[in-house]
């Protein structure tokens, strides 16, 4: 099974800062991967797909780069609205996998 | 719009059986895979399982494997996860996506989720 290994697991940065997550894949996955939102309680909401391609709707501050086993999801000028978990998936082989996910706190 | 709607989901003992349905509308329903994917208490997001559009393929994650089962009705526009054999580590809300395959890669759509608790 491909294991995604997310860093960090839990960020605190303040509105208007930059901020990177990284996942880390244990096989290449060529660029199937995709970046999803989780706020507290809800369902999750992707934002990029095929490592770097951003979904209808999401704001262009989000954006994903990488191939292989390295990729990384920024957020260029974080909001209080981005106070969220996010997750990463591999959707190269099955079983699909998700990274453990990094929790985005707001200062 | 884009609609997911699941249901479900209870209190069951351990051993146990549940089925859980997702009900769709807003798209081509028999155009898409679908999956299910669930969340522990306080945990990550876990891929449970996903169905081809014809139901020709279905795909699970190991520690499910003869115990859970997904299926679909393209008629009535229905995504179902037949759950036999629970154990306490199934406990988790679980959230049907609409997986878009072939250069977009990625559950676009998620339901809001239905919580199922294996407990005695």
């Known amino acids: 099974d491909i294991q995604l290994t997310q860093s960090p697991s839990f960020l605190s940065a303040s509105v208007g800062d930059r901020v990177t997550i990284t996942c880390r894949a244990s096989q290449g996955l060529r660029n199937y991967l995709a970046w999803y939102q989780q706020r507290p309680g809800k369902a999750p909401k992707l934002l990029i797909y095929i490592a770097s391609t951003l979904e209808s709707g999401v704001p262009s501050r989000f954006s994903g780069r990488g191939s292989g086993t390295e990729f990384t999801l920024t957020i260029r000028s974080l909001q209080p609205e981005d106070s969220a978990t996010y997750y990463c998936?591999?959707?190269?082989?099955?079983?699909?996998?998700f990274g453990g996910g990094t929790k985005v706190e707001i200062k | 719009e884009v609609q997911l709607v699941e249901s479900g989901g209870d209190l069951v003992q351990p051993g146990g059986s549940l089925r859980l349905s997702c009900a769709v509308s807003g798209f081509t329903f028999r155009s898409y895979w679908m999956s299910w994917v669930r969340q522990a208490p306080g945990k990550g997001l876990e891929w449970v399982a996903s169905?081809?559009?014809?139901?020709?393929?279905?795909y699970y994650v190991d520690s499910v494997k003869g115990r859970l089962t997904i299926s679909r009705d393209n008629a009535e526009n229905l995504l179902f996860l037949q759950m036999n054999s629970l154990r306490a580590d199934d406990t988790a809300v679980y959230y049907c996506?609409?997986?878009?395959?072939?250069?977009?890669?990625?559950?676009?759509?998620w339901g809001q989720g239905t919580l199922v608790t294996v407990s005695s």
């Open positions: 998936q591999q959707l190269n082989t099955y079983p699909l996998t």
């Open positions: 169905i081809k559009e014809d139901a020709s393929e279905k």
């Open positions: 996506a609409r997986f878009i395959s072939s250069g977009r890669d990625s559950f676009d759509h």
